[in-house]
């Protein structure tokens, strides 16, 4: 894996999916991404901290009803 790029695991189906970082895009990120396996919403964060490490986990995107 890239330097510019970083996984994270489906919170409905458990695979692994890579996805690329965009450093511009500012050091706390939030969006919504469809999983490519199971199609299934994800809304995923990434944290970008002060040495350039990266920390990326997604949560089920819940019913907005």
Do not use: K, T
């Amino acid at each position: 894996m890239s330097d510019n790029q970083a996984s994270y695991l489906c919170d409905h189906c458990g695979e692994e999916i890579v996805v690329p970082i965009d450093f511009s895009a500012g050091d706390e990120q939030e969006y919504v991404e469809d999983c490519p396996v199971c199609c299934r919403p994800n809304v995923i964060h990434v944290v970008i901290e002060r040495d350039g490490e990266v920390r990326i986990w997604s949560a089920p995107e819940q019913d907005r009803y």
